[in-house]
């Protein structure tokens, strides 16, 4: 009987069998394709060689200056020092808190992540400050302190007062110590944080009724409606909020590099140090029906008696009144017997 050795199976495989004919190949290569042509040859001494690799390409036109430059900006250099800045925030990020997403989308050079941290670190100051200072404000009055330190309009003016100034228009050869934004709609929807866009914003007439929880809940931090994207007199709106940005970054800048103690005496020395009325904000439509309700919220006596004491300012158009309310065991304690009747009321 024939042995088998089963260690040649498998080198069987690994050898390919050899061919007995060769198939003839043609090599494209070498061959010469004549093609048909009714324009005569250009000459070879008029042809220009060039080779593509070491062809020149147009320079890519940034949206910002670049980082490095920031170190040679005399007016980002004069805006440090005159904002008093610690030696740890350097320039670079001064800069960078200069260019707003409207002017680069990049969230890697401009000021949207740090605009986010200090709006989020002044508006918890200012409330902090607003009900400790005030307390049991009336919401809709909160809201409107809370605006007057550190809305908008109000961080956009004391950027102003700080002394920046805005480019023309946003690009690579603006000088760093310059503000860049541009007045885009659609570059500055995606950068908005705080709230929720309502359903019924886009229909045009719309009864819904905002009441205060769902401006707690829905609405931004002061308590608006956060719009579609189109609004009134837009080119001031984008104005003031990227004026307003710089000094959120700012803020941010500091609190990143110095650490919570020095952003929070930051927002006390430029935020907090302003005055604001609140009394202006305050307009009773009924007065004894908020004296009532103080008075119940507050857990005092029910008040027995109230009236409106005098008129202030006859001539002013309204005329204002003082409202007061007594309870009746201490009108009774100060006002003389004679005063008051069995049946409870004054004489």
């Not at 607003?130 to 330190?149: D, G, N, S, V």
């Not at 000094?247 to 020095?262: F, L």
């Not at 008040?303 to 065991?329: F, Y």
Request: charge should be positive.
């Amino acid at each position: 009987m024939k042995g088998i050795r089963p260690s040649r199976w498998g080198g069987q495989l690994l050898h390919a069998r050899s061919c007995p004919a060769t198939i003839p190949r043609r090599n494209f290569l070498a061959s010469t394709v004549r093609c048909q042509s009714t324009v005569p040859a250009i000459p070879a001494e008029d042809l220009i060689e060039q080779d593509p690799e070491e062809g020149e390409t147009l320079p890519r036109k940034l949206p910002s200056p670049l980082p490095e430059r920031a170190l040679q900006s005399a007016k980002l250099a004069a805006l440090h020092s005159r904002l008093s800045l610690s030696k740890k925030i350097p320039l670079q990020t001064l800069a960078r808190a200069l260019v707003t997403p409207s002017a680069d989308p990049n969230s890697s050079f401009n000021n949207a992540n740090l605009a986010f941290l200090g709006s989020t670190i002044i508006n918890y100051h200012v409330a902090e400050y607003i009900t400790c200072k005030w307390p049991r404000l009336p919401m809709a009055i909160h809201y409107e302190a809370l605006r007057a330190f550190s809305g908008p309009e109000s961080l956009a003016q004391i950027s102003r007062r700080w002394g920046v100034e805005a480019a023309a228009a946003p690009g690579e050869e603006v000088d760093p110590g310059l503000l860049q934004w541009a007045s885009n709609s659609s570059a500055l929807v995606g950068t908005r944080w705080g709230g929720y866009v309502r359903a019924e914003t886009d229909r045009k007439h719309s009864f819904y009724r905002r009441g205060m929880s769902s401006r707690v809940v829905l609405d931004n931090d002061f308590g608006d409606a956060v719009d579609a994207g189109s609004v009134k007199d837009a080119h001031q709106h984008h104005q003031d909020t990227s004026f307003s940005s710089f000094v959120q970054a700012v803020v941010g800048a500091i609190y990143s590099h110095s650490g919570r103690e020095a952003a929070k005496d930051f927002v006390e020395s430029h935020i907090l140090s302003r005055q604001v009325d609140l009394s202006s904000l305050f307009e009773f439509q009924l007065p004894t029906r908020e004296l009532a309700m103080l008075c119940a919220r507050e857990g005092f006596e029910p008040p027995w008696l109230a009236w409106r004491a005098r008129p202030v300012g006859t001539l002013a158009l309204p005329s204002m009144w003082w409202a007061s309310t007594v309870a009746r065991r201490s009108l009774e304690r100060e006002m003389p017997p004679a005063w008051i009747s069995p049946d409870g009321r004054h004489a």
